[in-house]
């Protein structure tokens, strides 16, 4: 009784809401996931602007953005700027949600690549490349925003992987900086060797193992899309090589699958449990401050080239862009937002004050950077980086090779199976293209 | 049981880096009141616990109030449509909520309620859940309780208020504290309905100081739960005695 | 009798229709708050369901083709969606009993026990509820670690511990006594409740009679508080077919899905912007919910 009642209830109460559905013959019959740009690069008018801005940024970035800001409201006095700071927890579903109910604000940062994933629905204002030119950023990180040829978010700060290791280990064991694949693999076992229970922690599983994954396919000559991103080349060998040699680490028990997130393995780098592993600039602080007074057993040191030479191989490098939304009422301040933040000056000031590392390449010759040891090693890995390609679908190809990869580090699949399988995934996922 | 509960206390009084120490230690070798001086200082405490307080104690209210008036209706009285509305009540029960999550946002951005304590409000003001606890404790009360006051002359406003109500002091009880637990706790609506931070919640600003896109501050997670763990535990200590009167059911003479 | 049914039938539907009013009275504001935040976004999601709505539709929800039953086709051949079906009936089948039983006997426990620390008990158990997931999340981690606390512990007595999350077949039982044990607290209140109106007299006159405590408990207590275990036991099982927080910051769904449940999958593909094909994910669980939902009632139904 109550079943069937509970049942007819929602479906009656649904019914009533079929009415007023259908595709309207006007718009395109392009499949859902392609772009329709409301106005490509309206013009904007950046020299007098003025009105409220509302601006949401991210975390520890939205926290301290007013501080910087106080200088671009001195030099546009008429601008009246409005900073929300949000969580990292659940902002892509926050953002969503505003974009369906038209409540998104007038510029927002966000996490490289989300922008191409936020770009099908429409929401996002493109950039005026008249205004601001994609030759000033990285290459990798500017591309990794385009949909259909056109831009839709400026990258604000980068961040890019290098490898932390143990140097009073690499000294006992008389280890050299390794150039090549084998060297590594050499390197961090001798890294256990000395007494590291690991030589290396590699992501064995959850979040995002597979960008530990992609720097080594870079290496080896592989992509995830080719050049016109309508197709994966995922089943390919260099996939295959990058897998194997990823389960090799795992094969020899220089790494294992205990999953550690950020903030689990720098106290086992310091004990000297863990001899090696991948990180971006904001570990610099932690191992040190876990390691306390006197630690300074951490060296950095870019990714080898596959087969040897000089130069670092390929890294990957991801960050935070900054998007405008299409619905907002002062296009003019948003953007001249974007550029004043974009610019070298302002992009070393941002450094100093966040540590956040510039999009900007210009940025990088101010002495703060150039002349500071650590950030250096980050500055060479940049000279040889790779952003993640520009497509809408990147989240949910990423999920799947995530997924793959760990069953070809259990053993589950060998690694031309896993390639195989994350390229049938990705293409029934498509590229949005 | 009670372990992990302890191992947080112990946590908000130890630096971060003790607490992501290997091997773990249990007692803080250096205690620190540090994490809860900076979840004052850093979070606008005073604001955020205002309108966490102001959210949650009025969806109580509403819900307590509402739901015994709905759960009385269907558990007492006939009338047309009764089984309909059991059934949606059910069925709402019963659909995850996820789905529903951003035909809402639409629904409440449409009657200008986003980013308002209304909009963090109204959507649960009543719950499905609070109408069927009432509805199946109103149920055991003896009819014959009832009865006797129609015929004394009262009316069914007057039962509710005057002899209904006192006789489910447990059972309010109950929803009150599951009501303001669920309300108190949660992330997700005062994430996405809040649009400007002088609207959210306690978990929402937590989320936002201590869970970075690198690492999360565990000292300063540690003390703000413990903080905000604390309305809801006076809540109920104050509460449960009412679970204990016995006297509803025993002996109508 | 004929000639005085008349009068006697107007005043009669005078009465009902009176009653009616009343009710409907009682329930306005419940049903006006429900109509507009509950039925009508349900109808709408239900309505996303049988269309072929995705992200591009974000900022125009009507724009999209009607589907039929395309979506939940699909749904049946996907892999990963069967088998977090199959981890979620793993982790109800389990869990709800668990709970149900641990709950029902604290309660007992602390209602008839140590009255001076009775207080103190029921606080302690209800702790774990109100503590904030992420806390708790954090600490269990914390806790399972190959190299923390409870496999040190284990140590000590001798007995190599796993890497519990690590583990395909380790990683559910520990996220299902996870979930229990936080949610423990909240039926066990419920049950507290309950057992209050227990006749008391009625337990007298066994206890004089000579019944054992067990027996007092099957034969008295049990039936008293059915009303009340089936509500205990829908909430749980709607609850738990529903779980989605402990995989999500535990696991993350893993290793290798074992922990995937069917709200983390839908929840992702809400994240990759599929909205139809979650909304009809979402479907196939309210079914699942429905069929348990009706299950218990046939089960557990007393006679109101």
Redesign the interface.
Known sequence: ???????????V??A???A?????ET?TTEP????EPSSTAAVVETDSIEGPL?VWA???E??LLPDLLTEFEETNPDVDV?V???????Y???L????????A?DVSMV?NPYAA?LA????LDPVPTDLIAGDDFFEGSWDASIIDGISYAVPWYIDTRVIYYRTDLAEEAGLDQPTSWTELQDFTAGLQDAGAELGMYLQ????RNSLTLLPMVWQAGGDLVNEDKTEFTIDTDAWADAIAYYVSYFDQEISD???M????Y???FV?G?VGSFVS?P??VA?VR??G?EGFDDVGLMTWPQQDGGDGPGTGYVGGGDLVVFEDTDNRDAAWGLVQWLTEPETQVEWFELSGDLPSNQAAWDDPALADDELVSVFGDQMDNAQALPGI??I??VL?AID?EL??AV?G?VTPEEAAAAMQEEATSIGTGA | MLFPFVWMLVGSVKPDVEIRQVPATFLPQAPTLDNFVQLFDRLDFPRYFANSVIVAGTVTAGNALFSSMIGYALAKLEFMGKRLLFGLVIGMLMVPHVVTFIPLFIMVSNLGLINTLPGLILPFLVTPLGVFLMRQFIGGIPDELLEAAMIDGAGHVRIFWSIVMPLCRPALATLCILTFLGSWNSFLWPLVAALSDDMYTLPVALSLFAVGQNGTQYGLLMAGAVVIIMPVLVLFIALQRYFVEGIAFTGIK | MSDIAPPRRRAARRREIRTTLIAWGFALPFTVLFAVFMAWPVAQSLVMSVTDMGIADLRTPFAVDFVGLDNFVALFHDERFLHSLTNTAYFVVVGVPLTIVGALAVATGVNSGITRLRTMFRVGFYIPVVTSIIAVATIWRFMLQPDGILNQLLGEVGITGPAWLQSTSLAMPVIIVMAAWRNMGTVMVIFLAALQGVPRDHLEAAMVDGASTWQRFRHITLPALRPVMLFACVITGVSYLQFFEEPYVMTQGGPLDATLSTTYYTFSQFGFGHYSYASAASYVLFVAILALTVLQFRLLRSED
Not at chain 1, 96 to 103: I, K, L
Not at chain 1, 261 to 264: A, D, H
Request: hydrophobic residues 25%.
């Open positions: 009784m109550h079943r069937r009642t509970a049942a007819t209830s929602v479906i109460v649904a009533l809401a079929l007023g559905c259908g595709r309207s718009t859902s996931t392609s772009v509302e991210i975390g520890n939205g926290e409005t929300t700071a949000i969580p990292w927890e659940g892509q579903d926050k969503r949600t505003a974009v369906a109910g038209g409540q604000p996490g994933v099908p629905t429409g929401g064995p599983s959850g979040n699958l205990t999953y997130q950020t903030g689990e720098e106290p086992r004990n449990d971006g904001f570990d932690m401050e876990q306390g809408a679908t989240s949910e999920t997924l760990e069953k259990r589950v």
